[in-house]
């Protein structure tokens, strides 16, 4: 019998209840149907747009959010208790996950004060040992989070996600609010972390060449729904899907081109009604009969899955390559 892989997602769906406001009564559709797995070691890399479901699935990995649908598996096990402690979060803005008023020994072993049963010099052993781990120095571990940069920040945070030794990190946007400067330090120290420790990553990003630098696979969401998934480079450097693409002949970051993606191909759709048949039927430059009915992701080569049927029928040689779009197009600065 194989092992189960160590994270499996299955079919989950994530709907918010909004109760109040404009929309009120209607569902958010943030998550629609996305399945994935990853096996120990790996790093899957979540692309798209804002606003395209990337951190609810997340913290759905997590049981931060409640699924409404499908299932979330740990070494073949659903809705482990233990899956709290074998997987952490690390968030983009470390400043509001650290308790200003908590040194920073106290804050590291925050997972391990929660478990309870240890002694005080205890946690501070294993508080110093952690920060060493992540760069920091052993006098560190008694001062408080105003005194330190956004990247030690982040290092904090990193070393409190690994105090209860989890097999996986959810990495939400983790370096997109450092200074270009520090950012590479801190991938630097993500990827000895997951040498060292056999670590398997979910990394949330719009930044392609972080995605690309640090991940195995690539799933690129759109509305909620993985539409393109593979080995990264194939699908970084030659995409299938008819937003893979789009996306990535705009511009290299995904964050600044939303504005030309959008000008030159309409508005993301709403989630409150999902659209009918392929969810990028409306943007898609090359819809056509067929393209009113549902996608559904599927093997289109070797080890790459697309959810369109153009590319995966017998048809893929009729999608033309998208010419690079003229530099007037792009928003100023865009890609720098
Ligand atoms: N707590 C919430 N309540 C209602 N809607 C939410 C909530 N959190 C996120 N959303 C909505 O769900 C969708 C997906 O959001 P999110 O997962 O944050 O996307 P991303 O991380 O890709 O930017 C968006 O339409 C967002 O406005
Ligand atoms: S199914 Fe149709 S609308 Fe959807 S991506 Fe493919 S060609 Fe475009
Ligand atoms: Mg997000």
Same mark, same amino acid.
């Given at each position: ?243 893979? &693409? ?36 409306? &943007? ?53």
């Amino acid at each position: 019998m194989t092992e189960p892989p160590l994270l499996s997602v299955e079919d989950v769906e994530v709907r918010y209840r909004v109760t109040s406001g404009w929309f009120g009564g209607a569902d958010v559709h943030a998550v629609n149907g996305v399945s994935f797995s990853v096996a120990e070691g790996e790093t899957i890399g979540i692309v798209g747009e804002s606003g395209c479901g990337k951190s609810t699935l997340g913290q759905a990995i997590l049981g931060l959010t409640s699924v409404s649908a499908g299932s979330i598996k740990l070494r073949g096990t659903e809705r482990d208790h233990s899956r709290r402690t074998h997987m952490q979060i690390i968030f983009q803005d470390p400043q509001s996950s650290l308790d200003p008023r908590l040194p920073v020994w106290r804050l590291i072993t925050e997972p391990l004060h929660i478990r309870g049963g240890y002694a005080r010099k205890e946690l501070i052993d294993r508080a110093t040992e952690l920060a060493v781990s992540v760069g920091l120095r052993p006098e560190h571990v008694d001062r408080y989070p105003h005194e330190f940069s956004g990247g030690q920040r982040q290092r904090i945070a990193i070393a409190r996600a690994l105090a209860v030794e989890p097999a996986l990190l959810v990495l939400d946007e983790p370096t997109s609010a450092l200074d270009v400067s520090v950012q590479a330090q801190i991938v630097n120290l993500l990827l000895g972390l997951q040498a060292e420790r056999k670590l398997s990553y979910v990394l949330i990003s719009h930044d392609v060449s972080l995605v690309r630098h640090v991940a195995d696979r690539v799933a690129v969401m759109y509305l909620g729904q993985i539409v393109e998934e593979g080995p990264a480079l194939d699908v970084l450097d030659a995409p299938k899907h008819p937003y893979t &693409r789009t996306l990535l002949d705009a511009v290299p970051s995904f964050e600044r081109p939303l504005a030309s993606i959008a000008a030159r191909a309409g508005e993301l759709p709403s989630n409150r009604t999902l659209p009918t048949g392929c969810f990028y039927r409306e &943007r898609c430059p090359w819809a056509t009969t067929g393209c009113e009915l549902p996608q559904l992701l599927v093997p289109a080569d070797g080890l790459r899955a697309v959810r369109c049927h153009l590319v995966t029928g017998v048809n893929e040689t009729a999608i033309p390559r998208l010419a690079s779009p003229s530099a007037s197009l792009l928003p100023n600065g865009a890609g720098t």
